[in-house]
């Protein structure tokens, strides 16, 4: 069994390595778009596992969510488990390819979710919020070139979609030859036919951040339109 950043354990053991890389802020979220809630998972022992806060956040958006108060890896699902104060299982989420986790079982289109928390974002993004009118600027506003994310499918790519480049971009973006998009976990990617990309991630609805693991200067991106 394998859990985050590749640190390996067997059933009834986890190093806690594998605690500490996995304690933080979490999004939970309905899989087909909704608000959901923030969680902090702690590295704290408590009744049933190890701490958790900021579930009473989540009375609203996930119900399922709203008494938990404890959280500790289920080795058998290669998951992690969520309980109640007296211990009584609510959610269970299992570790994707991706390093984020589904409930399971669920209804497809149903399950929530479990990112990592970005920013002030409450929901996972979907196409539909995306699409429009864009601008990459410098922090501090210079703006470098405006690019629309087009409801267009990308030919042959599922999940992808179209985007263009305004004429007056600049010259470093354009050599980029960026056409597609597509939603990757909480991140948006921008990626040309020859392999180049710009991944970005969200600090609230409508305003991204060029990802930290990408080289170069900062680089925001805000939806205008």
Same mark, same amino acid.
């Given at each position: 069994?394998?859990?985050?950043?590749?640190?390996?354990?067997? @059933? /009834?053991?986890?190093?806690?390595?594998?605690?500490? *890389?996995? &304690?933080?802020? +979490?999004?939970?979220?309905? %899989?087909?778009? =909704?608000?959901?809630?923030?969680?902090?998972?702690?590295?704290?022992?408590?009744?049933?596992?190890?701490?958790?806060?900021?579930? @009473? /956040?989540?009375?609203?958006?996930?119900?399922?969510? *709203?008494? &938990?108060?404890? +959280?500790?890896?289920?080795? %058998?699902?290669? =998951?992690?488990?969520?309980?109640?104060?007296?211990?009584?299982?609510?959610?269970?989420?299992?570790?994707?390819?991706?390093?984020?986790?589904?409930?399971?079982?669920?209804?497809?289109?149903? *399950?929530?979710?479990?990112?990592?928390?970005?920013?002030?974002?409450?929901?996972?993004?979907?196409?539909?919020?995306?699409?429009?009118?864009?601008?990459?600027?410098?922090?501090?506003?210079?703006?470098?070139?405006?690019?629309?994310?087009?409801?267009?499918?990308?030919?042959?790519?599922?999940?992808?979609?179209?985007?263009?480049?305004?004429?007056?971009?600049?010259?470093?973006?354009?050599?980029?030859?960026?056409?597609?998009?597509?939603?990757?976990?909480?991140?948006?990617?921008?990626?040309?036919?020859?392999?180049?990309?710009?991944?970005?991630?969200?600090?609230?609805?409508?305003?991204?951040?060029?990802?930290?693991?990408?080289?170069?200067?900062?680089?925001?991106?805000?939806?205008?339109?």
């Amino acid at each position: 069994m394998v859990l985050c950043a590749g640190a390996t354990v067997s @059933a /009834g053991a986890v190093d806690e390595a594998v605690y500490r *890389a996995t &304690a933080g802020r +979490w999004l939970i979220a309905p %899989e087909g778009g =909704g608000k959901g809630c923030v969680i902090t998972l702690s590295t704290e022992t408590t009744i049933g596992g190890r701490r958790l806060d900021g579930a @009473a /956040g989540c009375k609203g958006a996930v119900p399922a969510m *709203a008494e &938990a108060a404890s +959280w500790d890896f289920d080795n %058998e699902k290669s =998951g992690i488990v969520f309980r109640d104060a007296l211990r009584k299982r609510l959610l269970e989420v299992v570790e994707q390819e991706t390093a984020t986790y589904r409930q399971e079982p669920a209804d497809p289109g149903k *399950a929530l979710v479990m990112f990592p928390a970005r920013g002030s974002m409450d929901r996972v993004p979907s196409p539909g919020d995306l699409f429009g009118e864009w601008q990459m600027r410098r922090p501090g506003g210079t703006v470098l070139c405006t690019v629309s994310l087009l409801e267009r499918t990308a030919p042959g790519d599922q999940g992808s979609y179209t985007l263009t480049l305004a004429r007056e971009c600049d010259a470093g973006l354009v050599r980029l030859k960026l056409s597609t998009w597509r939603i990757e976990g909480m991140d948006l990617m921008f990626y040309s036919f020859e392999g180049d990309s710009l991944a970005f991630t969200p600090r609230a609805p409508g305003a991204y951040a060029k990802s930290e693991k990408e080289s170069g200067k900062p680089l925001d991106l805000i939806k205008t339109k």
